[in-house]
Nanobody, 122 residues
Framework: QVQLVESGGGLVQAGGSLRLSCAAS????????VGWFRQAPGKEREFVAT????????LYANSVKGRFTISRDNANNTVYLQMNSLKAEDTAVYYC???????????????WGQGTQVTVSS
């Protein structure tokens, strides 16, 4: 069993930055793909970014490409989502998720965190 805990959300002005963290307990991220998703009020959960822990391969949604970066910290068993040039439309609850395997593109993850709120004021 893997428990995921997100942190780092908050209120920021448009154009600002935030860094979200996703820490795993119960086991390491080794052998997993870790993804970030978000859900705005009244909308479906959408893909933001994903990273293979083993290969380092990444994929981003077009809406965040060039502004967001997903990275890992081996020592702390943590995945980060650095968000720059934030826009009002980035406002959402952000979730991290983990799935066994070396690579995956989709929404069917094995484990999900509880989410962290990001609010961007315009």
């Amino acid at each position: 069993q893997v428990q995921l805990v997100e942190s780092g959300g908050g209120l920021v002005q448009a154009g600002g930055s935030l860094r979200l963290s996703c820490a795993a307990s119960g086991r390491t991220f080794s052998g997993y793909v870790v993804g970030w998703f978000r859900q705005a009020p009244g909308k479906e959960r959408e893909f933001v970014a994903t990273r293979s822990w083993s290969s380092g391969s990444t994929l981003y949604a077009n809406s965040v490409k060039g502004r967001f970066t997903i990275s890992r910290d081996n020592a702390n068993n943590t995945v980060y989502l650095q968000m720059n040039s934030l826009k009002a439309e980035d406002t959402a609850v952000y979730y991290c998720a983990a799935r066994r395997g070396s690579w995956y593109v989709g929404k069917e993850y094995d484990y999900w965190g509880q989410g962290t709120q990001v609010t961007v004021s315009s």
